[in-house]
């Protein structure tokens, strides 16, 4: 694994706008990371996610469910749905993270988007190790790793198809879970991603749900309630927590000023920013700061993007 168990990692927010992005080469983005022992507050990415677990003990938490995990286990994450995990203290646990953009595999067959656009209240997320589905996507994860390690000829097509084969594999294993509802949630979804483009553009300013629903072209009643169905939370909360990453990101890779964070991601007055940010962090944001801005030693082996690999850390 080329150094992989040693990874060390800090916790940082850097990720959710850094490293879980996909290389344009690959259509992926291939992540070591050590769950932390203390979880960052639940949060969410704008590209689908698979986790394969490879060594020690871990938790993820849902909304309303959480899942152990263990070597060779999968997790499986849309793109709405906030999430987060935790190492067991004693057993940390070491994973590789594979990202990538529901449109990558969209191209080749929508189809294969079945097991991403599930009911959160029927979807089980893990995959545990002893099915035989686990263990042949976790070989072609290996195999992704090998191949972006080497970057032989044709390497970026290769991962493709290994990635289209693992989506492949995914649908077949969820067919029974989203038989019946996924092309309705995956109408729905289309709507709602729409306007989630539109948040993620403009939430640095004073957006309201009208605005949303005049980008995607519904009335504010129906986006609202198309929202809170997709989403599984209404539309102030979701905002709120993503200006919250924001402010995190701001605080942990520059050096502007509280009042300057707070403006840039759109909140209206610094005691709403600091009343907000410790609600969902359960800290101050120089608290937080201080805790997440000391140096790290990253591994070379943070694969999948034409980025610097020592931004190898995600959230």
């Given at each position: 694994m080329r150094g992989l168990w040693r990874v060390d990692i800090i916790q940082s927010v850097k990720a959710i706008r850094n490293n879980h992005i996909p290389s344009a080469e690959?259509?992926?983005?291939?992540?070591?990371?050590?769950?932390?022992t203390i979880p960052e507050i639940p949060h969410w990415h704008d590209t689908l996610e698979i986790c394969y677990c490879l060594s020690g003990k871990g938790v993820f938490y849902f909304k309303n469910r959480e899942y152990d995990?263990?070597?060779?286990?999968?997790?499986?994450?849309?793109?709405?749905?906030?999430?987060?995990?935790?190492?067991?203290?004693g057993f940390t646990c070491s994973n590789l993270f594979l990202?990538?953009?529901?449109?990558?595999i969209e191209q080749l067959d929508f189809h294969l988007l079945r097991p991403f656009l599930y009911d959160r209240d029927r979807f089980t997320h893990r995959i545990p190790a002893q099915l035989p589905v686990a263990r042949e996507i976790g070989k072609l994860i290996l195999q992704m790793q090998e191949e972006l390690a080497e970057r032989r000829p044709a390497y970026g097509t290769l991962i493709k198809s290994l990635l289209f084969h693992i989506c492949s594999l995914l649908a077949r294993h969820y067919d029974a879970e989203t038989?019946?509802?996924?092309?309705?949630?995956y109408a729905?979804?289309?709507?709602?991603?729409?306007?989630?483009?539109?948040?993620?553009?403009?939430?640095?300013?004073?957006?309201g749900l009208d605005d949303v629903a005049k980008a995607i072209s519904?009335?504010?009643?129906?986006?609202?309630?198309?929202?809170?169905e997709v989403m599984g939370e209404r539309f102030k909360t979701y905002l709120?927590?993503?200006?919250?990453?924001?402010?995190?990101?701001?605080?942990?890779?520059t050096d502007l000023p509280i009042e300057d964070i707070c403006e840039q991601c759109g909140f209206q007055s610094t005691s709403s920013f600091y009343r907000e940010f410790r609600r969902l962090a359960k800290e101050t944001p120089l608290s937080y700061k201080k805790r997440n801005s000391a140096p790290c030693r990253h591994p070379n082996e943070t694969l999948g993007t034409d980025m610097n690999p020592q931004n190898g850390i995600r959230v």
């Amino acid at each position: 694994m080329r150094g992989l168990w040693r990874v060390d990692i800090i916790q940082s927010v850097k990720a959710i706008r850094n490293n879980h992005i996909p290389s344009a080469e690959t259509g992926i983005s291939l992540v070591p990371w050590m769950l932390p022992t203390i979880p960052e507050i639940p949060h969410w990415h704008d590209t689908l996610e698979i986790c394969y677990c490879l060594s020690g003990k871990g938790v993820f938490y849902f909304k309303n469910r959480e899942y152990d995990i263990g070597p060779g286990d999968l997790v499986i994450v849309n793109n709405v749905e906030r999430h987060t995990s935790k190492s067991y203290r004693g057993f940390t646990c070491s994973n590789l993270f594979l990202f990538f953009h529901a449109s990558t595999i969209e191209q080749l067959d929508f189809h294969l988007l079945r097991p991403f656009l599930y009911d959160r209240d029927r979807f089980t997320h893990r995959i545990p190790a002893q099915l035989p589905v686990a263990r042949e996507i976790g070989k072609l994860i290996l195999q992704m790793q090998e191949e972006l390690a080497e970057r032989r000829p044709a390497y970026g097509t290769l991962i493709k198809s290994l990635l289209f084969h693992i989506c492949s594999l995914l649908a077949r294993h969820y067919d029974a879970e989203t038989n019946g509802v996924w092309q309705r949630v995956y109408a729905k979804y289309a709507t709602v991603r729409s306007g989630l483009a539109y948040i993620q553009t403009h939430y640095r300013e004073n957006i309201g749900l009208d605005d949303v629903a005049k980008a995607i072209s519904l009335s504010p009643s129906r986006a609202r309630h198309l929202f809170a169905e997709v989403m599984g939370e209404r539309f102030k909360t979701y905002l709120l927590h993503l200006r919250v990453q924001a402010a995190q990101r701001l605080l942990v890779q520059t050096d502007l000023p509280i009042e300057d964070i707070c403006e840039q991601c759109g909140f209206q007055s610094t005691s709403s920013f600091y009343r907000e940010f410790r609600r969902l962090a359960k800290e101050t944001p120089l608290s937080y700061k201080k805790r997440n801005s000391a140096p790290c030693r990253h591994p070379n082996e943070t694969l999948g993007t034409d980025m610097n690999p020592q931004n190898g850390i995600r959230v």
